[in-house]
């Protein structure tokens, strides 16, 4: 993967950026540039040590339900559709789909 991957989302991106952000130790995470764009907009960077791969267990449990519950259904829908459909799922949906599943004894 390019660094890019990672730079341009927060480039373009329109809302709030948040004020920390944690990675894995991958190559594109910390190349310089994208150090720098964090620095740039005082975002903290957080990365897990070597050999310590558990703290990646939320972002794959999100990956896992967004294609699950999202991707794997709609693939046969246009780009600019799932654009939508994503927008909506990460707005709209997980945030709740969280608070709900935390409340399930």
Same mark, same amino acid.
């Given at each position: 993967?390019?660094?890019e $991957?990672?730079?341009?989302?927060? %480039? $373009?991106?329109?809302?709030?950026l948040p *004020?920390? @952000?944690?990675s894995n130790r991958g190559s594109r995470y910390r190349s310089l =540039?994208?150090?720098?764009?964090? *620095?740039?907009?005082? @975002? *903290?960077?957080?990365? =897990?040590?070597?050999? *310590?791969?558990?703290?990646?267990?939320?972002i794959e449990s999100f990956?896992?339900? @967004?294609?699950?519950?999202?991707i794997e259904?709609?693939?046969h829908k246009s780009k600019i559709e799932m654009k939508v459909l $994503? %927008?909506?799922y990460l707005e709209n949906y997980y945030p709740y789909k969280?608070?709900?599943d935390s409340l399930t004894i």
């Open positions: 993967m390019k660094k $991957i990672v730079i341009h989302p927060l %480039q $373009i991106y329109k809302g709030e *004020t920390v @952000i944690h =540039s994208y150090q720098e764009l964090l *620095t740039d907009h005082h @975002i *903290t960077y957080s990365m =897990s040590q070597p050999g *310590t791969p558990v703290d990646n267990a939320v990956h896992r339900s @967004i294609k699950r519950e999202l259904p709609n693939k $994503i %927008q909506d969280i608070y709900d």
